[in-house]
């Protein structure tokens, strides 16, 4: 008795009791086949696609390819205790969360958020060579979501963090020069939305005196805002001021230095910076501010330290 062919699932022929014999699929089903796989890989390029430019996907990009200037921080300057508390995270535990880029030229990224994480990862690969911190983990944003990274950050500083109006104007000046905002006072108007509008106004004075004096000042942060506003006064009566203050601020060391040759430069001419004792905010140095009326005073800053109230306390004792 003959033995009995059966077809296979994988459309192969063969004995009941044997191994099946493959025989040529039909053209017409191989090519849908074939089809219907790219297609499945088309989708599935096209979803991965789409969750990274969404910033749905994390990245591991190189160090060298992350711009750090691509947006203008807020906080000018960071506190060396905290990025060394920063850099002993990562090291021992990895870097946790991701920063977030945006897609420039030439397989660059322009920083939006995590400058403080990117220049721990930098610090760290400098000093170990450790191929682990090579890299950072990123989420690719669109462009468009600057804006709302900008006021996100100015939103979490105002609440944590007493930004000086010099920098307030500075975040203001550079976001617009990057075509970020149409103008310096749409900057202002739009990152400080809830701030009132007399502090608005002084921002957009302090953004005249970044765009007149930022290229030669090293230490603006620590201006007042009542030297702020009357240089930005004196310098609009006297275009001219402006070169003589570079030049006298040639070779100033300090932020007390700094300070002193904007106010030479405001009474020279006439000017005063008004201090009642209603109002005083003055850098001390060390990492210390002083701010108060008659009958309050407060000092503030990481140079206020254990020993540093002991001896003012053992100073007011002995008055």
């Excluded at 060396?80 to 002993?88: F, G, I, Q, R, V």
């Excluded at 322009?110 to 890299?135: C, K, M, P, Q, W």
């Excluded at 103008?183 to 608005?200: D, E, M, N, Y």
């Excluded at 030479?264 to 850098?283: C, E, M, N, P």
């Amino acid at each position: 008795m003959a033995k009995r062919k059966r077809l296979t699932a994988l459309g192969m022929v063969g004995d009941a009791e044997t191994n099946p014999v493959p025989v040529p699929v039909p053209p017409v089903a191989r090519i849908a086949a074939e089809a219907a796989a790219q297609a499945a890989l088309e989708d599935l390029a096209a979803e991965l696609r789409q969750a990274r430019d969404s910033g749905r996907m994390v990245l591991d990009l190189p160090l060298a390819s992350i711009k750090a200037t691509h947006l203008q921080r807020d906080r000018m300057h960071m506190d060396p205790e905290d990025m060394a508390s920063l850099k002993t995270s990562i090291r021992d535990r990895g870097q946790q969360m991701p920063i977030e880029v945006v897609a420039l030229a030439e397989g660059n990224y322009g920083l939006i958020s995590g400058a403080r994480r990117l220049a721990a990862l930098i610090a760290l690969n400098d000093e170990t060579g450790d191929s682990r911190f090579a890299t950072v983990k990123a989420l690719l944003r669109p462009f468009d979501a600057a804006p709302e990274a900008y006021l996100a950050m100015v939103e979490e500083n105002e609440i944590r963090a007493d930004l000086s109006f010099y920098e307030r104007g500075r975040l203001a000046y550079e976001a617009a020069r990057l075509g970020i905002f149409d103008s310096p006072a749409a900057a202002v108007r739009i990152l400080f939305q809830h701030a009132p509008a007399p502090k608005r106004s002084k921002i957009l004075s302090f953004v005249a005196l970044h765009q007149v004096l930022g290229h030669v000042l090293r230490f603006p942060e620590a201006i007042p805002e009542k030297l702020g506003l009357a240089l930005v006064k004196a310098i609009e009566a006297d275009p001219k001021l402006t070169c003589r203050i570079a030049a006298d601020l040639d070779g100033v060391e300090t932020a007390r230095e700094e300070r002193a040759v904007l106010e030479r430069a405001l009474s020279k001419r006439g000017g005063t910076v008004r201090q009642d004792a209603d109002d005083i905010d003055q850098d001390m140095g060390q990492e210390i501010r002083l701010r108060g009326r008659a009958g309050r005073i407060t000092l503030s800053g990481r140079g206020i330290t254990e020993a540093i109230i002991a001896d003012l306390v053992t100073w007011l004792e002995s008055r």
